[in-house]
Every structure is written in C-alpha cells, then in structure tokens.
C-alpha cells in the first residue's frame, strides 16, 4: 500500500511538471501576459491532480477522499505552499491578486460553502461553478491581450528555460498529453493506496483525504510557487495559488459534480470547511499589509496549517 502511495505521488509530481512545461509553451504561443498564465494554464496544470484524484474517487464511492481532497488542497496551498514559499522568498503581491483574483476565490469559495449546504453537489450546482470559471477566464485573457505589449518586456524568469521547447507547439502539445496520462495513473495509485493507509491504521476517508492526498495533490503548486518566487516572477507565484484554489473549487468540483454527485460530510461542514473560509479570508490583510508578502507572514500561515492537521489528528484520538 505504501508502494502505490509513494509511486503515485512521484507520478503526480512528474506528471504535473511536464503538464505544465507543455501548457506554457502553448500559453506563451498565444501571447498570454505571466499572470494569466499563472492564473489560468498553470493554475490549471498543478490543479489536474486534485481534478483526476477527485473524479477518481468519486466514481469509486470514496466522496469524502473528493471532498476532502480539495480542501485540504485549498488549505495547504495558502496556508502550507504559500507560507513555505514566503518564508524562504518574500513576494510582492500584484495589484491584480487583490483587486480580481482574490475576490473571485472568495466567491467561488462561498458559493462552495452555500451548494454543500445540503450535504451534496449535484449536476447543475458543478454545472454553475464550471460556468462561472469559463467566464472568469475568458474575461482574464480579453483583459491581458489588451496589455500584452507592455507586459511583453517584463516576461522573463522561471519559464525562459523552456524557450526552445515553446518554439515548437507539437513538443508542447506532446508534453501536455503526456502530463494527462501520468496524472490520470497517480491518481488512480495514489487513491488506492491512501485508502489502504487509512483502512490499516483506522483512520476516516475525510482526514486522510485533507491530509495525505492533499498533500500530495498540493506539490505541483509548492514546486511552482517556489521556483517562481525564486526567479522574482510574484505573478506566477501568487497567481497560481489563488487561481489553483479557484480552478479546485470551480473545475475540480464543478466538473466532478457533473460527472457524479458528491456527498459532503457533515463534518467536513463543520470544521474543515470554516478553516478553508478563514484562511482564504485573511489572506487579503496579508496582501495588504506591507509592501510584500514577507516571512512573518509565512511564518504565521505556516503555523496555522499545523495547527490545522494538530486539531486533526487531535480529533482522532
């Protein structure tokens, strides 16, 4: 069981990195300003995880692993990605990430919380969230092909490496769907084996799925975030976290949903999904205060995620 835990997530972590390496130079072919990018492709690239463990689980009646899933993800992606990210490299927050990418995370996260009031998504609710995202996106590349001259000179960092690659549209397309099929596979071993973690040592779907899997779904995010904040891209950086938890919620739900409906467990309600709310929330102020995103800042988002799995493993006993 441990085999296809561990094997799964290096699949997954593989399988995301060469996604995105592919849908950037198809993004960078279009002429799609960084923070789109970090918004949308590469949002969408280190979300497929969370989308093919979602699906995965939720056609093998494991909703709590869905759900689980992707709050757990949300939650680490700020509160575990992000503050790790700050803690080794400050960042500035854009302008753009307060003003547009935040509010629609809240959005999607509040229209989460409202849909799963009743214990369940179902078609049409996924259907609304998904519909939401296409609109959101959409709206994203009108408003950067209208500025992309003037971002066009500051594109430079993490993703100059792949110059070559995004030179030749078949290499990127071949990666992209050799990313899919690796994140298809990772999933399916990483649910497997995280089940069987949690049958052995008694544990609850819920905790292992916003433990564990979450984890696990969340490092395509923490490679990224990092590396971007490394090579001075906070666009990137910033942009993908946020835009990640808006495409959890809106892609990785709404799509789910529309392929099967997911039960929400009550406990999820109760606990998991307030800490999901609260840390999306108060991480406005943070943007806020200061010139950049800095280390006492990491430290405190940091502090919380264990503070959250502390509770967690708390509860269990």
Do not use: C
């Not at 001259?149 to 690659?165: L, M, P, V, Y």
């Amino acid at each position: 069981m441990y085999f296809w835990l561990i094997l799964g997530l290096a699949t997954l972590i593989f399988g995301g990195e060469i996604l995105v390496r592919g849908a950037v130079g198809i993004a960078k072919k279009a002429h799609i300003s960084t923070l789109v990018i970090g918004m949308t492709v590469i949002s969408f690239g280190t979300s497929a995880p969370e989308l093919f463990v979602s699906i995965d689980a939720a056609i093998d009646g494991k909703p709590d692993i869905a759900i689980g899933n992707v709050i757990g993800s949300n939650i680490a992606n700020l509160a575990l990605v992000l503050g790790i990210t700050v803690l080794i490299f400050p960042v500035m927050a854009g302008r753009n990430s307060k003003r547009i990418d935040w509010p629609m995370m809240m959005l999607a996260t509040l229209l989460f919380y409202v849909f799963a009031l009743d214990n369940v998504l179902v078609f049409w609710e996924g259907a609304v969230l998904f519909t939401i995202l296409i609109g959101f996106t959409f709206y994203l590349i009108r408003n950067s092909r209208r500025t992309i001259k003037k971002e066009k000179d500051q594109e430079t960092g993490e993703f100059d490496e792949i110059a070559e690659i995004k030179d030749n549209i078949w290499i990127s397309l071949g990666l992209t769907l050799a990313g899919l099929v690796a994140l298809y596979f990772g999933a399916g071993w990483l649910v497997d084996g995280a089940v069987q973690i949690a049958e052995s040592f008694g544990m609850e779907e819920r905790i292992i799925g916003v433990t564990v899997v979450a984890f696990g779904t969340s490092v395509p995010e923490l490679v990224t975030s990092a590396v971007a904040a490394f090579k001075k891209e906070s666009d990137i950086s910033i942009g993908n976290l946020i835009g990640s938890n808006i495409f959890n919620i809106m892609a990785v739900l709404g799509i789910t949903a529309m392929v099967h409906p997911i039960h929400v467990a009550p406990a999820a309600m109760s606990f998991d999904m307030w800490w999901m709310i609260g840390i999306a929330a108060a991480l406005l102020p943070i943007m806020l205060i200061g010139k950049k995103v800095g280390r006492i800042h990491g430290a405190i988002l940091f502090a919380t995620y264990v503070i959250y799995i502390a509770l967690l493993i708390a509860a269990m006993k």
